[in-house]
């Protein structure tokens, strides 16, 4: 069934005219200078260097050399012409040991980025935490203790009354599904733990730590816009199976039901919690009044979105084959009792996901009719492709801008249907540091050259600084749609 409008393909869809354009990074994956200035270990500067557990051994060390490299990178915005840069602050450039007086050295850094961002006519768009806590709150427990919650609040409190009404739009947490899941669940990313039950109680003091910062940067920053980004997705089962159907569910609700209910409907689904409750501590470490911490009205909410997903129930693989699917996926999360299955025929990024486009309008017009009609945000889209430079010196990545105007054209789709999507992130300015993947992966439209980090805009920020000078996209048909 058909979940877009029919579009004459040669005419531009145009945005509304405040519809706001922006290219995102994280910290880690860019700034480098990792002892630079007071800043003290992460967690991932600990992750990293474990045997095994980055691709070539990389680290986030250097980078991109974004800390000393930072007029050059502004003017490269200025250059695309987006309306809002998405960063992160460093937590341990500002609390060294996660507690205590602010390093005012690491204060200073993102103050001058702010500035250069306004002397540039480029709104900031602050990203409070993206992955990297401080070593030394880990070694207390870290997400998976509520200390660490109440250690961000304070945190929280100290950037926004320096950086106060210079910033308008402010996002809690980044994709707290990876902080909780892929760091203590299955160990894939920082702090490298396996263990379901310290995964869920990691997942609520991650949003008790959302929570907590909501009222401080109302009252430090009275004109602030207040958000939080979530990684969401679409999970179709295989089949109309009922055990495949079930699984979707499952998927669901690990994925985005886990966070999206307590934030909007003030309470956890009752089928994860039933789902969990034997794993320790797991939800234990409710307390009273967590849940309504944890639901405060916000002003936007932050989408992060790539691919969407295919499952049917684990004990089905051979079903599986007989409807025709590809080789399972690896399974992350064994006690879900998913599998996750390539459908043959479709596109994919050097990631191994699914280009499929449809996916995103499914999702936000989910959102719109389940949760909530904030203003929504797409803080990430886009691609990882194996790009390289050819003897002209271009980066030629049709496929990434394929990619990108498949999912913006989806966007539109959304806004057609009644979202209020209000604007697009292109996630990532530059090629970086790509977690477990190291400088493997390249999501950038902007190639960097590692270790020089020399910069080269790709076909890809020509393209995007078009759509964003016209304010429109060519429709472009994607997977899912008729």
């Known amino acids: ?41 992460s967690i991932w500067d600990t992750y990293s260097r474990q045997p095994g557990a980055i691709r070539n051994g990389d ?32 937590w341990p450039r500002i609390q060294p040991d996660g507690k205590g007086p602010a390093n005012q050295a690491g204060l200073d850094f993102y103050r001058r980025l702010v500035n250069g961002l306004r002397d540039r006519d480029i709104e900031p768009t602050l990203t409070l935490y993206h992955w990297d806590l401080p070593q030394a709150l880990e070694d207390e427990g870290g997400w998976c203790v509520r200390d660490t919650a109440e250690r961000f609040a304070e945190y929280v409190d100290l950037v926004a009354r320096s950086l106060g009404t210079d910033v308008e739009r402010w996002i809690t947490l980044n994709e707290p599904w990876c902080s ?39 009252s430090a920053v009275p ?36 966070f999206l209910d307590p934030i ?45 997903g295919t499952v049917m129930d684990a004990k089905r693989i051979s079903e599986a084959r007989v409807a025709g699917y590809g080789v399972p996926l690896g399974e992350q999360f064994p006690d879900l009792r998913v599998l996750s299955l390539e459908t043959p025929g479709i ?14 309008t499914e999702l936000l017009v989910r959102i719109k009719k389940e949760y909530t009609d904030l203003p929504i945000y797409i803080t990430e889209n886009g691609a990882a492709f ?48 790509e977690w477990s993947f190291g400088y493997s992966r390249r999501f950038g439209i902007v190639w960097v050259d590692f270790p020089s980090g020399d910069r080269l805009p790709k076909a890809s920020f020509e393209w995007y600084r078009e759509t964003i000078r016209s304010n429109s996209v060519v429709y472009a048909r994607s997977v899912g749609t008729e």
């Open 1 to 41: 069934m058909s979940t877009t409008k029919h579009h004459d393909d040669n005419l531009p869809r145009i945005f509304p005219h405040d519809f706001l354009w922006g290219t995102a990074t994280a910290s880690y994956q860019i700034e480098g200078a990792v002892e630079v200035d007071g800043r003290r270990p």
């Open 59 to 90: 680290t986030g060390d250097i980078a991109c050399d974004h800390y000393h490299r930072m007029n050059e990178d502004l003017d490269l915005m200025r250059e695309l012409g987006v309306g809002s840069y998405r960063f992160s602050v460093a």
């Open 180 to 218: 909780a899941w892929l760091g203590y669940g299955s160990g894939r990313h920082a702090p490298g733990v396996q263990d379901i039950g310290k995964a869920v109680a990691a997942n609520h003091h991650l949003l008790l730590a959302h929570g907590l910062a909501v009222p401080i940067l109302r």
């Open 223 to 258: 004109s602030a816009k207040v958000g939080i980004t979530l990684n969401l997705g679409v999970h179709r089962p295989g089949t109309d199976h009922a055990d495949d159907v079930a699984a979707a569910r499952r998927a669901d609700g690990n994925l985005n039901r886990l």
């Open 264 to 308: 909007f409907h003030g309470h956890y689904p009752e089928d994860m919690l039933e789902h969990y409750e034997t794993n320790q501590p797991g939800f234990s470490v409710i307390q009273a009044g967590d849940l309504e911490i944890i639901s405060p009205p916000l002003d936007f909410l932050g989408v992060n979105y790539y691919f969407p």
């Open 347 to 360: 596109d994919t990024t050097s990631m191994g996901w699914e280009v499929d486009a449809s996916g995103l």
């Open 386 to 433: 194996d790009d390289y430079v050819d003897p002209n010196n271009y980066v030629l990545d049709h496929n990434r801008v394929a990619y990108l105007q498949e999912h913006i054209s989806a966007v539109h789709d959304a806004i057609d249907a009644g979202v209020n999507v209000q604007g697009y992130f292109v996630w990532s300015l530059l090629d970086n540091f």
